[in-house]
């Protein structure tokens, strides 16, 4: 069986008219005499209402009863397409996840796939039906329905192309590939024709919200190809795939940035053994995750400065939670929320001395101030200032000659 997955991500069946548009380039590849597995997400917008209305009842809401409410909007946009197929007289039907099921396993909110029941979904593909499974949910031990983490339905694709051993996997969203930087930032993004699942992890975990930073986890682990492209417009898109496959290697293969982090800076916190720990350990225990952190050299051996970056969101209880720690003294909390992390990501930079240099050369030329900077093989990352993100992307689109 020529197997192909297509996922129609939340613009692309966010109205009517899109939805028969993305009816027809299903029957495009059905008619190629393709057994086609769709995968939908909810239709634009539905899942960010749907998380509005839980906080308006709580701002504690329910974990579970959260992945049940916000699992939703993928049941409306399925129906839809399943029904569009079927008044063009094609057989299709919907699925849920809890009706294959599709097996998860980890937290309320940031599942992850690990078994998928085929019976249902072969029957009706040998019957030349078109299945419509619903993205971003699964169900757990408990038989609870579980959803996969904010743009999680790039995840259910690959992993429905795993179970499945599809010959193709396609994210149809609304760019028609993924491009140096996010194209509706920057208009001299170059689109990538190929990727690797490295540097696309990098780029994804770092901001770039094309695809879902676990899904790309899933693609390399199980070596599942992918093609990006627009269900807008007819166009070749991006293949992401292993290194191997890929052969001319950019030093910089594209810029992320971040659009809500905070900044959190200790001063004059007591220089001793553990102090980091106790700073972050209610952080952790609170599900609070820190990315970037900097610790100054103390000057007088008793006392030094720390600061780190957390998501904006967890602001709030970030400070709540320092100001009532009573295992470390500090002389001053300074907080930061106009701070946005740029990054250059690219396998080129491993064998290229001079790349940190030319980043810092082309953001300083620019009058943009470093605050914090970390590093690791194949990424460069830098915070900064909220208003200079679009003036360094520009800066270091044109240093490192992405758009050539
Ligand atoms: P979907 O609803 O189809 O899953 P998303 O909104 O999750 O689509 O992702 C597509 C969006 O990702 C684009 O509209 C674009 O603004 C953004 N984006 C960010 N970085 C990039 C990039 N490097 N290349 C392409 N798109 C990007
Ligand atoms: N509808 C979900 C979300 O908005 C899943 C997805 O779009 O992939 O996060
Ligand atoms: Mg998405």
């Not at 959260?66 to 008044?87: F, K, M, P, T, Y």
């Not at 967890?314 to 740029?342: G, H």
């Amino acid at each position: 069986m020529k197997i192909v997955v297509l996922k129609f991500g939340g613009t692309s069946v966010g109205t009517v008219d899109r939805i028969k548009k993305v009816a027809n380039i299903i029957i495009s590849y059905f008619r190629k005499r393709y057994k086609v597995i769709v995968v939908s997400s909810a239709m634009a917008g539905a899942t960010n209402d749907l998380i509005k209305k839980s906080k308006k009842i709580s701002n504690n809401f329910n974990l579970s009863e959260h992945d049940v409410l916000v699992s939703s909007g993928e049941q409306i946009a399925c129906s839809l397409i399943a029904g569009r197929l079927n008044h063009l007289g094609y057989k299709s039907q919907s699925y849920m996840g809890w009706q294959l099921p599709i097996i998860t396993d980890g937290k309320y909110g940031s599942s992850r796939i690990v078994e998928i029941d085929k019976k249902k979904i072969n029957k009706f593909l040998k019957s030349g039906g078109i299945p419509v499974i619903a993205g971003f949910q699964g169900i757990n031990m408990d038989k609870r329905i579980t959803t996969l983490g904010r743009g999680g339905s790039d995840a259910s694709a690959i992993m429905i192309s795993k179970f499945f051993k599809s010959e193709k996997c396609v994210i149809y969203t609304d760019v028609d590939g993924v491009y140096t930087t996010d194209p509706n930032i920057l208009k001299k993004a170059k689109k990538i024709k190929i990727i690797s699942y490295e540097e696309m992890l990098e780029m994804a975990s770092l901001g770039a919200k094309v695809m879902q930073p676990a899904s790309i986890q899933d693609a390399r682990l199980n070596r599942i190809d992918i093609d990006v492209k627009s269900s807008f417009i007819k166009k070749n898109g991006t293949k992401i795939t292993k290194k191997k496959n890929i052969l001319s290697n950019k030093i910089i293969r594209g810029i992320s940035f971040t659009k809500n982090d905070a900044k959190v800076t200790l001063l004059g916190v007591k220089d001793k053994p553990g102090i980091a720990a106790s700073i972050f350990k209610p952080l952790s225990n609170n599900a609070i995750n820190v990315d970037m952190v900097v610790q100054n050299i103390s000057t007088n051996g008793k006392e030094t400065d720390l600061t780190f970056t957390i998501k904006s969101e967890d602001l709030i209880k970030t400070q709540k939670l320092i100001k009532k720690n009573t295992k470390i003294n500090f002389r001053d909390l300074i907080v930061d929320n106009n701070v946005s992390k740029v990054s250059i990501i690219g396998v080129g930079m491993v064998t290229t001395p001079g790349v940190t240099y030319r980043m810092f050369q082309a953001l300083a030329k620019k009058n943009i101030n470093i605050l914090v900077i970390s590093t690791s093989e194949i990424k460069i990352s830098v915070l900064i200032n909220k208003k200079n993100v679009s003036k360094a992307i520009s800066a270091l689109h044109k240093e490192f000659k992405l758009n050539v």
